[in-house]
Each structure stands twice: as structure tokens, then as C-alpha cells.
């Protein structure tokens, strides 16, 4: 069940990502902001984007670690890796897309949230042999 929830959050990620995108067959290196400017970062927008970024990834983690009793090395890294592609596929796309905004900081807030939710769930599960391995 909890891989079921897991691919259909991967589908809503993927699904908010694309959302209300204008897919065309070249790319906007031009319009990629590598960092961004700092007239931006004082708004509340870039601010609440981050939180979101973080917090949309936190249960991408939760939901694939549930699949298993305890926590290990190589299920952390899988995790990761796997919130490392999904995020890199996301901006890849809005990279061609006219209305969408590629930012590589998204990508390291998602990578954050992913992590974030390998702390949660390893914090949850202490006492039931969630030690990492």
C-alpha cells in the first residue's frame, strides 16, 4: 500500500511541476538563474517557494521509507537519489517550457525536503529498529 501512495505522490509532484506549462521543443538557458538576484530574495515569494520546495518533498521520502521496517544506508541513499532524479527531471522540463522558470535552487531544496523526511522518519520509528545501518 505505502508504495502505492508513494508513486501516486510521485505522479502529484511531477503533475505540479508541469502544471500550466507551455512545452516547447527548445530550451531557455538564457532565462536559467543560476542564483538568484537579490532584489528577489527579499520577497516573500522566493521565501514561501522554498518552503514549499521543502515541504513537498517531505513526504516523498516518508511514504518510500514506510515500505520498510527499518532505515538503511542503502535505502537512504536509494531515497535520495531517486528525490535527486525526480527534482532534476522536474526543472528539465520547465527548462522548455515558456511560462516555467528553471532554478537549480529548487533542486537543492527538494534534495533538502527529501532529506528532511529521512530525519522525520527515522525520528518516528526509534524505538521500533529504525537504526540506520
Not at 101 to 108: E, K
Not at 111 to 120: A, E, K, P
Request: charged fraction near 10%; aromatic fraction near 16%; proline fraction near 3%.
Amino acid at each position: 500500500m505505502w508504495l502505492l501512495l508513494w508513486v501516486l505522490y510521485v505522479c502529484l509532484i511531477g503533475a505540479s511541476g508541469v502544471y500550466h506549462t507551455n512545452f516547447v521543443a527548445h530550451s531557455h538557458w538564457e532565462f536559467l538563474k543560476w542564483f538568484p538576484p537579490a532584489e528577489e530574495i527579499v520577497t516573500l515569494e522566493f521565501w514561501l517557494d522554498i518552503v514549499i520546495n521543502v515541504l513537498l518533498y517531505i513526504p516523498f521520502a516518508l511514504l518510500y521509507l514506510q515500505q520498510s521496517a527499518t532505515v538503511t544506508r542503502s535505502l537512504v541513499l536509494k531515497v535520495m537519489l531517486l528525490g535527486l532524479c525526480l527534482s532534476c527531471s522536474v526543472e528539465l522540463y520547465q527548462l522548455y517550457s515558456h511560462n516555467r522558470r528553471a532554478a537549480p535552487s529548487d533542486i537543492l531544496f527538494n534534495v533538502m525536503g527529501t532529506w528532511s523526511g529521512v530525519v522525520i522518519r527515522r525520528k518516528w520509528w526509534i524505538g521500533a529498529g529504525s537504526t540506520l545501518r
